[in-house]
């Protein structure tokens, strides 16, 4: 094998910039800096001695490559690989089959090793995906000792960060959320992606005696810009940190739609080896649908189901917050008349221009008898009421001259600090409630967690179409209880 590192930098598809305001603007999320974060490189050895080839140069577009130690997995061995970029860091599942004993004699994983992936799409318009998991768990079969039968093994991994879960790496930075964020990825070496220019919650923030990823969850928990925004953060399989204000992308324009890259994911045989080229490969709009025109692309929607929670979160976190807290600062004390003890109504945030349009989930619809007279009475309780929650939020050690130099603050926290915690938390909990599960054809490198798409579901049972719809009056309905912008 080849000694050595080598960084991993993919290509920008995007440029910093500044996000417009403007109503019908079009939200993005902008790389702003790439990684640096050097990975395990796979190679095997040429036929000339010394020289090695890099295999994430030449992946297969039909099988992942995969190697654990010194040991690249053949294509038989793979029985299965499941990548989930859901949680704060991707994590990997991967089940294989041995049929000797080389690998669980020689190559099994100890503490610290490693799970290297590449995987290539069709086209290289689109980045490869090559990652390192270090491994965390394995499970084993059992094996018998009279015959010589295969191994199956089920890995489980996370994406690997040197140093992201280390306690030894103490910090603190002068500014705002989102300049720390940046500050601490640079130290790490690993990317930096938004949508946000800056936040508007200006203090020290300390990273002591804690590891990176909880300092970094801790400071999201805090972001504050505006009474309009919300934000969550995670890792993606590009190792950025992507420091997103929700609210922006729920907000960005629908009036158009991006375009994406055609990936053809059902013909293997015209596209079989590495021969893929950005010149073969056509646009088209980015729309997940089941309309039969996209049955041979990665956007083609295989089998769908939602998944309803709304309830369940509603009982979690309430339909609003009223939050109490006690702001403690040198200025409320020489000022009698200050304000100490506060209470904060919080709502989630919605859209005003669709309240009057689409379904809030915020209680079951008002039973109204003058209106309802055909339906059977339903007795009314007001959820939005019922289930407001009053959390103590407790002491708040304000600044309130940030604007001085900060051996002159007479507090530590930034005047947001902990209402921050309770926005940011509701509204995102929020979006849990009703959602769509969608699996497409193949693999779509085209789309990145928190991207603003439209789906689009055609019913095409006609009798099950006049049953929903007594107009109806073709055999594709276009579903409009779930098509829409995700």
């Known amino acids: 094998m080849a000694g ?6 993919p290509q920008s598809s995007g440029k910093p910039g500044t996000q417009p305001n403007s109503s019908g603007s079009k939200f993005r999320i902008y790389t702003v800096f790439n990684s640096k974060i050097q990975l395990d490189e796979i190679s095997f050895p040429q036929m000339t001695k010394g020289e090695t080839q890099k295999l994430e140069d030449v992946a297969s577009v039909e099988y992942p490559l995969i190697r654990i130690n010194d040991y690249i997995l053949g294509r ?72 010589n039968a295969p191994t199956r093994m089920t890995f489980f991994g996370e994406l690997f960060i040197p140093g992201l879960k280390s306690q030894k790496l103490d910090l603190s930075f002068l500014g705002t959320s989102m300049d720390a964020l940046k500050n601490f990825c640079i130290k790490l070496g690993l990317g930096f992606a938004s949508n946000e220019d800056n936040t ?32 969550d953060a ?8 992507n420091f997103i204000n929700i609210n922006k992308q729920l907000m960005s324009a629908e009036d158009k ?26 646009a088209m709009p980015k729309v997940f649908s089941n309309y039969m025109n996209h049955r041979t692309t990665s956007f083609y ?9 709304s309830s369940t979160i509603t009982f979690q976190v309430g339909t609003k917050m009223t939050c109490e807290m006690f702001e403690h600062n040198i200025n409320s004390y020489v000022n009698s008349d200050a304000q100490k003890y506060w209470a904060l109504q919080i ?13 809030i989930l915020r209680g079951r619809a008002t039973y109204d008898s003058s209106t309802n007279n055909k339906d059977l009475a339903r007795a009314n309780y007001s959820y939005v009421d019922l289930y407001e929650k009053f959390p103590w939020l407790g002491i708040q ?26 926005q940011n938390l509701i509204n995102n909990k929020e979006l849990e409630k009703l959602n769509l599960e969608i699996s497409v054809n193949g693999t779509n490198f085209n789309i990145i967690r928190a991207d603003k798409i439209p789906i689009v579901l055609v019913k095409k049972d006609a009798m099950e179409n006049l049953q929903i719809n007594q107009d109806a009056e073709m055999n594709d309905m276009l579903d409009m209880f779930y098509s829409g912008w995700y």
């Open 4 to 9: 050595g590192t080598y960084t991993y930098n």
């Open 234 to 241: 995670w890792i993606d399989i590009y190792y950025n940190l």
């Open 257 to 282: 739609i991006d375009m994406a890259a055609m990936i053809n994911n059902l013909d293997n045989n015209q596209t079989y080896g590495v021969d893929t080229t950005q010149g073969e490969t056509q």
């Open 347 to 359: 709502d989630p945030i919605y859209d005003k221009q669709k309240t009057n349009k689409y379904i």
């Open 200 to 231: 508007d919650d200006k203090q020290i923030w300390l990273k002591a005696n804690t590891s990176g990823d909880i300092f970094i969850k801790d400071t999201i928990q805090r972001s504050w810009k505006d009474e309009q925004s919300f934000y």
């Open 76 to 147: 038989n061995e793979i029985e299965s690989m499941t990548i989930e970029s859901i949680e704060f860091l991707p994590r990997i599942i991967l089940s294989c089959t041995f049929f000797n004993d080389v690998f669980v004699s020689r190559e099994m994983p100890k503490d610290g090793d490693l799970i290297s992936v590449a995987i290539r799409n069709k086209s290289d318009v689109l980045n490869i995906i090559r990652n390192d998991y270090v491994i965390t768990g394995v499970v084993t079969n059992p094996k018998p000792t009279t015959v």
């Open 301 to 309: 929607i295989n089998s769908w189901k939602p998944n309803n929670r």
């Open 397 to 422: 050690y304000t600044i309130s001259n940030p604007n001085d130099s900060n051996l002159k603050w007479d507090g530590n926290q930034h005047k947001n600090y902990l209402r921050a915690r309770v």
